[in-house]
């Protein structure tokens, strides 16, 4: 049986990645400051370090977007630095949760193992022959009918279902408590008792804890819904992983710019504190990588521009009074609505609600700004359920439109588009393309202006 170790560094981002300091059982802190090791197994000796993915929706994720697959974009790179192989394993299951308990699903008389445990992903990783396991799970126990049980079962379930039959087929566990939630719903028990539980288990088992509950917290921009990744909530998860299991190095980059603006760099995403600072980790490849950014912020002139990151960086960037939102509780109409989501919800400037289109292409959403003002841009923020294609187009009499902008390459999360000044009282949005099977979604939109009322 081969045993590999891993360097893996401390030097952590502030506010972005928790560094560990390798004691088995104790959950990563970015109080150390010495390189540590930690070491696993390749258990059948095949020469392939295989990594067992366990958890739920956040761990299944997209097809083209989830942590696992950035995880294992991140290894096949390490592998040409340190002569590993490696192979890594989606058994994300949707929807579940650690809670084991039998019910007759089907009403045929006969009970059901609770869906995780006798499905076929768990029962897959049970013989996938993982040399590393990662165990990311709790957020579905926050929900109302697990969590008021959670004393009865989740310490019992977790040990005996998630943990134990690993550890008795030689691998290597790691435990994560669950990623930050803000959603409304299970917020209380997933940060508190269920996280601590998550800790708790791996100091009495001696088991490494990522603790990523408090490595998500102040990063809910790549969680938009308050407890889903998009990209970079993913890559965020999959690079905590490659750094503090594996010793992958990463380049972390420091943004001093205004309080409260919005950063992209390629598909990592923050925002600045209280004090313009704001902190986000590359993958070091060995070479630079050029990266596409945009910095947006309430009542200033959007920045975009490229960097080349190579190492450890600060970045400053001092915005221009500006591009001012014009369109805080008007008028907004749309060509119709699904549920409760209702057009005027994309101005009402409260977190939690949206407008959500009709399940089909071609839908739209305008503005009257009640008066013609000169205007310059847009502010939209996507649902997961968003456009992939949209037009911008104003007008002042709401009849004869003028388009302004073309947007082909749409995602999740905050879009800014300028286009150049131009008098108009009414804004459109025309949803030409949805993304996926659902209708297009905006939690909030906003026109923008460089003259203020």
Known sequence: MKRISALFLSACMLFAFASCDGTPGETSSNESEED????WSDVDGDGVIRVACIGDSITQGGETSNWPLFLGQYLEYLSTVDGNTYEVMNFGKAGAAVRHYLEDVDGDGVANEYFLYDDPKYLNSLSYNA??????????????????????????????????????????????????????????????????????????????????????????????????????????????????????????????TEPGASIQFGVHMTTADSEGNACFAVVDKGVPEELAGKITCKDF????????????????????????NVSSGATVTADGYFGE??????????????????????????????????????????EGAY?????????????????????????????????DEIDARYVRINCLVRYGMWGSSIWELEVLSDIKD
Do not use: C
């Not at 540590?36 to 070491?39: A, G, I, P, S």
């Not at 490659?242 to 980059?253: A, D, P, R, S």
């Open 36 to 39: 540590v090791k930690m070491e």
């Open 131 to 256: 040399d590393i396991v990662i165990v990311q799970f709790g957020a579905n126990d926050g929900l109302p009918g697990n969590a008021a049980a959670l004393d009865d079962y989740f310490k019992s379930d977790y040990t005996t279902y998630l943990v134990q039959p690993y550890l008795d087929k030689g691998a290597t566990v790691v435990l994560a408590t669950p990623p930050y939630a803000k959603n409304g719903v299970v917020d209380e028990y997933v940060n508190g008792k269920i996280s601590q539980i998550v800790r708790d288990i791996g100091k009495e088992k001696n088991l490494y804890v990522v603790d990523m509950n408090k490595t998500t917290e102040s990063r809910m921009e790549s969680f938009p819904d308050g407890i889903h990744g998009n990209d970079s909530g993913y890559h965020l998860i999959a690079q905590t992983y490659y750094n503090e299991i594996f010793g992958g190095k990463l380049n972390h980059v420091t943004v001093k």
């Open 301 to 324: 002139k959007p920045w975009e521009g490229t960097v080349s990151i190579s190492e450890d960086v600060t970045l400053t960037y001092e915005l221009t009074p500006g591009a001012y």
């Open 341 to 382: 989501n209702k057009p005027e919800f994309v101005v009402d400037g409260l977190p939690g609600t949206r407008w959500e289109s009709e399940y089909r292409n071609n839908t739209w959403i305008m503005v009257d700004l009640g008066k013609s003002r000169r205007i310059n841009g847009v502010n939209i923020v996507w």
């Open 387 to 419: 456009s992939a294609h949209y037009t911008i187009e104003v007008s002042s009499d709401g009849q004869n439109f003028t388009q302004v902008a073309d947007v082909n390459i749409s995602k999740e999360g905050l879009e800014t588009t300028m286009f």
